[in-house]
């Protein structure tokens, strides 16, 4: 009773005492700062992990996003004990009325007795494999390496297969997002790894590309770009006047990703769309480059911060902007996905002034 009473009181003075120091993330108050938490894993510490029955829940996601017939853009969740698991609530509602819906559907079962690792959330989307997926599955490749128990992989398209093959050919088990749309997956003898943050995961993908050889100056001058009209108005005069100013122009799907990389990284002038194409950036990226953004999508709210915004941070330092305005101007669209037109005059001024 005694020391009950003791440790009561103990509380009260501390809770005086530290009246003038307090706890708060970014040590200020200011309620127009928008923040997430990311967890950061002791990756030095050993863990313990246990075998368990999963599986593997899937739902298709935007097909405006999908790579051919092969690739649709897929969410997947790994289930214990019919239980999964999300990082934050912005998206939960959502995402389990999506995970009951394709429960309930009369889907081919494969119940397979492989022994695999999995990540308990996966996505075939290209933006977010890169944001949230991509350094942890690289790492859990080096880290298990001598190990015979496969990963689970789902790639976001063929170079990205073709990538981890070349690299990784006997470390994984590879199912397409194709097939693990279309059944249901149960693996009897499945080690769920715990899920990393985007920050995480974005700097060791960082960590892993820039530590390759990239010593190949393929080009002093890119364009990053899908081609696609509905996210640039002018798209085609835009990359006929960029090529008469001898730029390359590179869409991603059509390199090997090292290749990709390497230009990427070595280009003294990089000019890149707005979007997850952006996102290959953050795999190489290590110098200034020009983005083609549109000023509207800024002050986005927590949800849209956490669905896209916050890949965008990684490489503040390195962004010059070229705000360009919608076309046309009244779009609904989600950010990121508002078309844009570029004034080629304006930017031509810029580029005759890196010169």
């Known amino acids: 009773m005694i020391k009950f009473i003791k440790n009561k009181l103990k509380k009260v003075i501390n809770f005086f005492l530290l009246l003038n120091h307090r706890v ?9 700062v928008l923040l997430v938490d990311n967890h950061i894993l002791d990756l030095d510490r050993e ?3 246990k075998s368990n029955k999963i599986e593997v829940i899937s739902y298709q996601g935007d097909p405006s ?24 609530n912005y998206f939960r509602e959502t995402q389990y009325k999506k995970i009951i819906k394709e429960k309930n559907k009369n889907k081919n079962i494969n119940e397979l007795n492989e022994k695999v690792y999995v990540l308990p ?7 977010h494999f890169v944001g949230d997926i991509l350094g942890s599955i690289l790492y859990y490749l080096l880290k298990f390496n001598k190990e015979k128990r496969k990963l689970l992989i789902i790639c976001p398209s063929d170079n990205w297969k073709n990538f981890f093959l070349d690299n990784f050919k006997e470390q994984i088990y590879l199912i ?6 279309e059944n249901s997956y149960f693996f009897n003898d499945a080690v769920v790894l715990p899920r990393m943050s985007t920050f995480q995961n974005l700097q060791l993908s960082r960590n892993y590309f820039l530590s390759q050889n990239l010593n190949k100056n393929f080009c002093k001058k890119i364009f990053l770009t899908t081609g696609r009209s509905d996210r640039i108005s002018n798209i085609d005069e835009l990359i006929k006047k960029l090529s008469d100013l001898d730029f390359k122009i590179i ?32 795999l190489a990226r290590d110098k200034k480059f020009y983005l083609l953004s549109s000023e509207e999508e800024k002050n986005l709210n927590h949800k849209f911060f956490i669905g896209a915004g916050i890949y965008k941070t990684f490489i ?21 996905k508002n078309r844009i037109k570029v004034d080629i005059n304006k930017l031509k001024n810029i580029l005759e002034e890196k010169k």
Not at 74 to 81: H, K, R
Not at 121 to 127: A, Q
Not at 176 to 181: G, R
Not at 318 to 332: F, S, V
């Open 176 to 181: 397409s997002p194709k097939e693990i749309l």
């Open 47 to 49: 863990w313990k992990l």
């Open 251 to 282: 869409n991603p799907t059509d390199y090997n990703i090292i290749d990709l990389c390497n230009y990427i990284k070595n280009s003294e002038i990089l000019i890149c769309e707005k979007a997850s194409i952006m996102n290959n950036l953050l």
């Open 24 to 32: 708060l993330n970014i040590g200020t108050k200011n309620e127009s």
């Open 65 to 88: 996003q999908s790579f051919g017939n092969d690739y649709p853009v897929i969410e997947s969740w790994i289930a214990q004990n019919n239980i999964s698991f999300t990082v934050n």
């Open 121 to 127: 959330y996966y996505t075939s989307h290209f933006g």
């Open 316 to 336: 503040f330092n390195l962004i010059n902007e070229i705000y360009c305005p919608k076309d046309p101007k009244n779009q609904n669209d989600k950010p990121y």
